[in-house]
């Protein structure tokens, strides 16, 4: 195998650019959802239209499987659990047991404030009625993905919760067993193989079989987000999932061997992953580099996922002056997953403000969180974590107000009120309120 480089972007010597210039200079895979829109609209607008026929078409043409039903039978998800690997039983039910752990201290709670005496707002939770969630099934199988989305719908309180994932040909058209007993493991029955843009549309328009849902969550691939794209507005979606990324901040006390494990670790997910080292160690970055070509002469997955992954346009080794200078640059980035290998690694990750998850020193690789942190791993990418969280229970709660004055409490802010709808020239609002006191404005205290 030929030696492994990563491309190098020297932002040492000059002082760094703002905002958006600092963004254009940082390496990021393309993945363009508005092309790939107009190529699933027709597909979504089919399963809109002959419902199950049009799901048990595009299994034959996409995964090779002529199914006879979309839902999956209980005494298959039953069979799978029976089947599973012990180790793999064991591992899943501690992945869940953690991740119960983290997401059941999220549920916010109904809280009442006293604005004047009479007048209180009260903010009540609740949960999503149905939610429809994707867990991929492509180059990798992910019953962690299932873990991810399940766990925190279940801890909000969401009533009815589906799960899609593509049919595999291999399994007699059934998706992956380990998904399946991971499902029989949360006690989640309804269960389609449906994939990408397909079981998107299931659950935004609903089937024969399949009852639409309120909202959709789970990662998947460019069809998969480009479909919760279309669908926006009439669903609820977490985000637009693109390839994931890894980010490294890192100065001259991190073990090098560490670092390009890590970045490896996220390459093998996918061709257009992203892997990023941000430190100001020339002399670390030329460690890391090193370490690259035997560990991945070790592993699987080399020359489909990792070395493209790696050489890609999306991943690159940024030099800079400082930790000072690598937080901005991180910060510019926004990485679904931000390890922070550096000297008082606990005292930086505090000062970063944009990132999916962050992973604060040697002994917390992101593989940790992929599985059994606790923390969710369904998180923003593509620089989204400047403005978006994780999925966690908060995705699948809706904050309602309810407000509660009483007569006393609504003469006295009136005036306020007929002030304010008349400067905006909407006086029928203001009538609203000098109705209930014989169209007049009652004096304030």
């Known amino acids: 195998m030929q030696s492994i480089s990563l491309a190098r972007i020297d932002l040492r010597g000059d002082a760094l650019p703002e905002g958006g210039a600092l963004r254009d200079l940082l390496p990021r895979a393309e993945f363009d959802v508005e092309a790939a829109l107009e190529k699933v609209r027709s597909i979504c607008e089919d ?18 499987v002529a199914l006879e039903r979309v839902r999956v039978p209980e005494k298959a998800l039953a069979e799978a659990l029976e089947r599973l690997d012990p180790e793999v039983r064991a591992a899943l039910e501690e992945s869940i047991r953690r991740a119960r752990i983290v997401h059941r201290e999220q549920r916010r709670e109904t809280h009442t404030t006293q604005v004047v005496p009479g007048g209180t707002v009260t903010e009540k939770w609740v949960p999503v009625e149905r939610v429809g969630l994707y867990a991929p099934g492509g180059r990798s199988v992910y019953p962690s993905s ?22 595999q040909a291999e399994f007699d058209g059934l998706p992956h067993p380990t998904i399946l007993a991971a499902c029989a493991l949360l006690g989640v029955d309804e269960v389609y193989a449906a994939g990408g843009a397909t079981a998107v549309a299931m659950f935004a328009y609903g089937t024969e079989s399949c009852a639409p849902a309120n909202m959709v969550t789970g990662p998947g691939n460019i069809w998969v987000a480009a479909a919760k794209r279309y669908f926006t507005g009439r669903i609820g979606i977490d985000a637009e999932a693109g ?90 980035y926004g990485a679904e997953h931000l390890e922070i290998q550096t000297a008082d690694a606990a005292a930086v990750a505090e000062r970063v403000r944009n990132a999916g998850a962050i992973f604060v020193g040697p002994w917390a690789p992101v593989s940790l969180g992929d599985y059994c942190a606790g923390s969710n791993h369904v998180l923003p990418t593509g620089g989204c974590a400047c403005h978006s969280s994780g999925l966690s229970v908060q995705s699948f709660l809706r904050g309602i107000h309810i407000v509660d004055y009483t007569r006393e409490a609504l003469a006295d802010v009136t005036h306020h009120v007929v002030t304010l709808a008349e400067a905006e020239d909407l006086p029928a609002h203001g009538a609203a309120l000098k109705a209930r006191f014989g169209w007049k404005v009652p004096d304030s205290k």
Request: hydrophobic fraction near 50%; proline fraction near 6%.
């Open 47 to 64: 399963v809109h239209h002959r419902g199950d026929a049009a799901l048990i078409e595009y299994a034959e043409r996409f995964d090779g």
């Open 146 to 167: 299932v873990i991810m989305n399940v766990v925190p719908a279940q801890e909000a309180g969401v009533g009815s919760i589906a799960l899609a994932s593509p049919a």
């Open 243 to 332: 390839p994931t990324e890894i980010a490294v901040l890192a100065d001259a006390t991190a073990d090098p061997a560490h670092v390009a494990a890590d970045l490896i670790s996220q390459a093998e997910h996918d061709p257009l992953a992203a892997a990023v080292l941000v430190t100001d160690s020339p002399e670390l970055a030329d460690a890391v580099e090193r370490e690259l070509e035997p560990q991945i002469a070790a592993t699987k997955h080399v020359e489909d996922r990792i070395v493209p992954a790696l050489t890609g346009r999306q991943s690159a080794i940024v030099l800079v002056d400082g930790i000072d200078d690598g937080l901005r640059v991180v910060d510019a």
